[in-house]
């Protein structure tokens, strides 16, 4: 026996995921939504849906009067909260508990005691667990904000009690920063934790965060599902995961399982949960938090257990004893996890991008590829929700792998309309230091010092795109002479079969000579000869073209009647103008247009909200 219906007190990809298990289970579901949401996947999916509220997660996903009372309405047994917040519901989850309703989760003590950091802290300390030197209070202002961190030693990293997911975080090398950290830090906690509290702990210069996936029942039994390495992050936020880790010997694995099976014991925590830890280079480990939810990367760590987590978490709800011993849990097989956002890699490692998805298709025909996703074409990415599109996963017998098919499924993933990241995405997993496992959480910022650029053409590569876009050119210059549906004959029959081209890329121009050869172009690029083969299907999103028997996927973004056309080769986008010789020639004459003059504009990074602004006519600045 099971719950016959289910509130999901959520949206995007993790609502759809929660859906998809409890249609297996046979539980009928009910969605709630914002008024912008109406069109939402997860309400299609659901069996029964109700508006909540306005845009604002405040006035919505969080707005528990509206949530307690769509529970009565739809006479729902159990409900998936918002976990993410999961203290801002505590009074929600006992007002649940006193009405006979089921959370789908660890009870009020658990996600009370580790969703505040300080109190978990303690309780890990109590618990045998290793935790990161560091002040166990709450810090009352910036005065001793800087006295603690002295004390400590620099650095120090300086932490929101409440919530997670890298907000109210900040790392502090001075007094200076300190204060300033202190400041930025307790007004972005009390804005998206309604709970300014902060602590203070020694940083962990240049660690790996690696994390142990838990599950216990309300018997007492509780087992450790192995870990997941997380240390690909920009902002104190997850990128790219894995599991296993590359790092973990099994006595480390062991000691680490063991110690977060001993704190949720400790908290008599029954439901599936995540212990965080930093390991440093000798594979020292410390506590860094327990997240008393599913995890954004949990379909990992389903991949190489063959557990469904979120079944798991219904039936312990349901008062179910867990169905296998720790013996049980294997590891089979590699996984990895891209997190693909609607945002601009080349600002700052990711900053959001809003629109419509104009087009938008899953690479799910390539093998071995799981997509978590909450979003279709024609969805809104708006700026009221994270701009998370979907999660993409690999699996493989082992680590390269599930990294080539990785690869593969970047190449085989359409998004249109807004700006997303597969381009880093993509460079990650290709680098030699991820390949070799050598990575840390300072792994973007030391790679990229700059800031990311895209991918660096070698000379073959550069080659191999000019080819490719000169011979798309080509191939739709002879479409374009076709006569379809129509007995129409030409009157003359085109017979050629050679095209001199100017191809612009960069800063750089290059000569391109285009022969025709069947289904084939040969084509000239800086004095070497280059085959490329196609079926050329110009009206599919995705091109598999062959170049001198290498395949490849591309895709064309844009183009004009100026020659002026975008392809994504190799996850990055390039912008190239395809002129034949003459026009090439004569595009000199053409008067250049002035750039836009924006000395006087103050132009926003990214899309947000105004609420301050610290000057008046006249003052200087």
């Known amino acids: 026996q099971t719950f016959e219906k289910l509130l999901i007190a959520n949206r995007g990809e993790i609502a759809c995921r929660v859906i998809k298990t409890c249609k297996k289970m046979g539980i009928k579901t009910v969605a709630i939504h914002s008024d912008v949401d109406a069109n939402a996947v997860h309400v299609k999916m659901a069996d029964e849906s109700v508006c909540v509220g306005p845009a604002p997660t405040s006035k919505s996903y969080l707005n528990m009067d509206a949530i307690m009372e769509v529970i009565r309405k739809t006479r729902a047994q159990a409900v998936s909260l918002n976990e993410s917040i999961c203290c801002s519901f505590l009074p929600l989850l006992c007002l649940q508990a006193s009405e006979g309703v089921t959370f789908i989760g660890p009870d009020t003590h658990a996600i009370q005691a580790m969703g505040d950091k300080i109190e978990s802290k303690l309780l890990a300390k109590n618990a045998k667990v290793n935790t990161i030197p560091g002040f166990d209070g709450v810090v009352k202002d910036a005065d001793e904000a800087v006295r603690i961190a002295r004390e400590i030693g620099y650095p120090v990293m300086i932490k929101a009690s409440a919530g997670g997911g890298g907000k109210g975080m900040r790392i502090a090398w001075d007094d200076e920063e300190t204060r300033e950290g202190f400041r930025f830090s307790s007004q972005e906690a009390a804005s998206s934790f309604g709970d300014d509290r902060l602590l203070i702990e020694k940083f962990i210069d240049n660690p790996r965060h690696i994390e142990i996936q838990i599950l216990a029942d309300k018997h007492g039994n509780a087992l450790w599902l192995n870990e997941r390495e997380c240390s690909i992050q920009r902002r104190n936020q997850k990128v790219v995961e894995e599991a296993p880790s590359t790092f973990l010997d099994p006595e480390t694995r062991r000691a680490m399982g063991e110690q977060a099976v001993a704190l949720a014991k400790a908290v008599k925590y029954s439901s599936a949960g995540t212990v965080e830890f930093l390991v440093d280079s000798s ?23 063959g557990l469904d987590l979120v079944q798991e978490m219904i039936r312990v709800a349901k008062g179910y004893p867990l169905r296998h011993k720790q013996a049980d849990i294997p590891i089979n097989g590699w996984a990895v996890e891209c997190r693909v956002y609607a945002e601009d890699p080349y600002k700052s490692f990711g900053l959001p991008s809003i629109g419509k998805l104009s087009q938008y298709q899953e690479p799910l025909h390539v093998p071995s590829v799981r997509v978590d996703s909450g979003i279709q074409q024609g969805s809104d990415i708006s700026i009221y929700y994270d701009p998370m599109i979907s ?24 998004i249109r309309g807004v700006a997303h990241n597969i381009s880093l ?27 990311f650029k895209g991918h660096k053409l070698t000379d073959l590569e550069r080659r191999e795109l000019l080819a490719t876009a000169a011979s798309l050119y080509v191939a739709e210059q002879l479409r374009s002479q076709r006569f379809l549906g129509t007995p129409r004959i030409p009157i003359a029959k085109s017979k050629r079969r050679n095209w001199e081209l100017s191809v612009r890329l960069g800063d750089g121009i290059y000569p391109v000579a285009v022969s025709k050869d069947g289904s084939s172009f040969s084509v000239e690029v800086d004095g070497m000869k280059l085959n490329v083969t196609s079926e050329w299907n110009l009206a599919s999103p995705l091109l598999s073209v062959t170049i001198d028997g290498t395949q490849r996927t591309i895709q064309r973004i844009s183009r004009n009647a100026s020659g002026e056309t975008s392809i994504q080769f190799l996850g990055t986008v390039y912008k190239l103008q395809i002129l034949t010789k003459v026009a090439a020639e004569l595009s000199k004459y053409m008067p250049e247009k002035a750039e836009e003059d924006t000395s006087s504009i103050l132009r926003s990074p990214m899309p947000g909200t105004v609420v301050a602004v610290s000057v008046k006519p006249g003052d200087k600045v």
């Open 283 to 305: 594979k020292n480990f410390y506590f860094l938090e327990m997240n008393t939810r599913l995890q954004v990367e949990h379909p990992v760590t389903e991949c190489i257990t």
């Open 391 to 414: 999660k993409l996963i690999t699996y493989g017998s082992n680590r390269a792998e599930a990294l080539k098919r990785m690869e593969e499924a970047l190449d085989n993933y359409v």
């Open 425 to 451: 995405l993509r460079e990650v997993i290709i680098h030699p230091r991820f390949v070799q496992g050598d990575i840390s959480t300072k792994f973007l910022p030391e790679v990229y010092p700059d800031g």
